[in-house]
């Protein structure tokens, strides 16, 4: 019975630990100054969700217990909105209706990114998903490429690396430089 619970305080850690890579990969100053994503609430959601994308992919992919731990991801992310709402102000009625928008548009966005993930030329979709998903990417074709590119390379990358070291609570995501901006390819 006492390893049932350390095991699920040690996923509930892993799951904050990946949360913060997430965030820390999320909110880098190079994506608002070069790609063209707009520093507001909503843009900063978006790049969130963007980069929990490839780690739930992974990890609802792999055994139960890393699924169980891309759950406790996706409750990590709801619980930072609703912390993130509350210290903008927004009133106590509100705070659940907001969030439970915050949670089905992640649901929703990481269905979308998958779809576009698999199609016959990805970069174009998911960039195309991103542009009307993200604010200020639908303005920056050749940022929602790079970020595109990114999310699908971090995807591929995630593929090959070993469930243990997400499980660990260590995230390979892709390189991502103002060098990866592209033109629109046609």
Known sequence: MLAWFRRRTQDRQTAVDLYGAVVAEARRPLI???FGVQDTPEGRAGLIILALFPVLDRLQAGTPRARRVARLLTEAYVTDVDDCLREMGVGDMAVPRKVKKAAQALGERCKAYSTAARASA????LAAELA???PGLGEAPAG???LAGFALATVERL????????LA???AFAPLSADD???TPT
């Open 181 to 183: 901006l592209m033109e």
């Open 159 to 166: 593929k090959t690396e070993p469930e243990d070291g997400l």
């Open 144 to 146: 929602a490429n790079a």
């Open 132 to 134: 009307s998903t993200i």
């Open 122 to 125: 990805p970069v174009p979709a």
């Open 32 to 34: 608002f100054e070069r």
């Open 169 to 171: 609570g260590r995230i």
